[in-house]
Nanobody, 119 residues
Framework: QVQLVESGGGLVQPGGSLRLSCAGS????????MGWYRQAPGNQRDLVAT???????NSADSVKGRFTISRDNAKNTVDLQMNSLKPEDTAVYYC?????????????WGQGTQVTVSS
């Protein structure tokens, strides 16, 4: 069982930066693939970036070169550094932890944090 709490969202102008942080509690945090997803109004929840236990990163084409995901297993945190933000990055951002148990994927989600990019 993992509990996730996001922080760091807010309002920022186009071209600006924000850093999201997700603090996890519970057992075996380092065993989970961690990630950030986002959901804009009327849209499905989409992957932004994930990082495996070994540090392998996968990110959406729309954020490559602008967003960076990182994790600190000692602190049970995963961060998303977002630079060169665009209005289309506006969404609720969710922290995710997932793990496969006996071949079945188990997901845990945070409550979400709003990111608004607007002038």
């Amino acid at each position: 069982q993992v509990q996730l709490v996001e922080s760091g969202g807010g309002l920022v102008q186009p071209g600006g930066s924000l850093r999201l942080s997700c603090a996890g509690s519970g057992s075996a945090f380092s065993s989970y693939v961690m990630g950030w997803y986002r959901q804009a109004p009327g849209n499905q929840r989409d992957l932004v970036a994930t990082i495996t236990t070994g540090g392998i990163i996968n990110s959406a084409d729309s954020v490559k070169g602008r967003f960076t995901i990182s994790r600190d297993n000692a602190k049970n945190t995963v961060d998303l550094q977002m630079n060169s933000l665009k209005p289309e990055d506006t969404a609720v951002y969710y922290c995710n932890a997932n793990i496969y148990i006996f071949g079945r994927r188990k997901d845990y989600w945070g409550q979400g944090t709003q990111v608004t990019v607007s002038s």
